[in-house]
């Protein structure tokens, strides 16, 4: 019984990693790099093995040699490749110069496709689909997906590299509390960065009373009495500025910042309730999201 409990649970989870693959949007002109063929109907996204690329499966009902034709007029300069056995016949458009893909390739090489951009083109066999029509029978929004593989006469499939989503910076908006015990400087203030690509970075009182005895000990600083370095902390609290995050690179710029300088770099990593800054010259900080 638990044994067909958890085979019965795979099993739906698998129909759910299916429905995610193909309910997905068509890519995007400029994430194929390519035109896509007039009049193409877009199935499907098939996910390889490897990380950094996917597929886009079209179809037309054109022949194969019309759409062939399509692309040696507008990619005139790229290699071409062909492959042909008992069930497919293929003509391959090759999009990069660095391709090392052979002119006629054994059907073992082909997936060496899935590493690299380019156009596959190759006769429909409708046979090979038939679930697939099924799944979109059952779906009155993509039923003309269904249609369109009962009538098709070509497959396009145009495998190109993944658009890498800099997911940093949707996670890191938001605001932040200090957690470190052992930095009364920090401890407990709150860093708060906009989706506007702003940051303001606020201290409490503790954290002014630590910041003065460290200021103080800065030669630029050296010949100010408490009252200055208080008036001075108190009016750029808090510091205010923008930043940049790309992966886990985060750049924060501010006029008036309360630690110089006004450039700040370093390294930032990002998760869903924690962050850790670790900026040059800074001590690195772990940070908490405040619930909003």
Do not use: C
């Amino acid at each position: 019984m638990k044994r067909t409990f958890i085979i019965t649970v795979m099993l739906m989870a698998f129909a759910g990693f299916v429905e995610a693959q193909l309910s997905v949007d068509a890519p995007t002109r400029e994430e194929l790099e390519v035109p896509v063929y007039p009049g193409a109907t877009f199935i499907r996204i098939i996910e390889g093995l490897d990380p950094y690329y996917k597929s886009a499966m079209y179809v037309t009902l054109d022949p194969m040699r019309t759409v062939e034709i399509f692309y040696e007029k507008k990619l005139p300069e790229k290699m071409k490749s062909y492959f042909e056995d008992e069930n497919r016949y293929m003509t391959i458009f090759l999009l990069k110069t660095w391709s090392s893909f052979s002119g006629k390739p054994a059907k073992e090489e082909l997936d060496k496709l899935e590493h690299e951009p380019n156009i596959q083109v190759y006769q429909y066999n409708r046979e090979f689909y038939n679930s697939l029509i099924e799944y979109y029978d059952a779906r009155p929004d993509e039923k003309y997906k269904a249609d369109a593989l009962r009538t098709g006469k070509t497959i396009i499939l145009y495998t190109y590299k993944r658009v890498e989503k800099n997911l940093n910076a949707t996670r890191i908006i938001g605001t932040w509390q200090s957690t470190d015990r052992d930095l009364p400087a920090f401890y407990k203030s709150t860093l708060t960065f906009n989706d506007d690509g702003t940051y303001a970075h606020t201290f409490t009182a503790e954290n002014i009373e630590t910041l003065i005895e460290m200021l103080s000990s800065q030669n630029t600083f050296k010949n100010k009495t408490k009252e200055e370095l208080l008036d001075y902390i108190r009016t750029r609290n808090p510091e205010k500025g923008t930043y940049v995050i790309m992966r886990n690179t985060i750049t924060l710029v501010s006029e008036n910042p309360i630690i110089e300088p006004e450039t700040k770099s370093g390294l930032a990593r990002v998760k869903v309730s924690l962050l850790s800054l670790e900026l040059i010259n800074l001590p690195r900080l772990s940070l908490i999201r405040v619930k909003e």
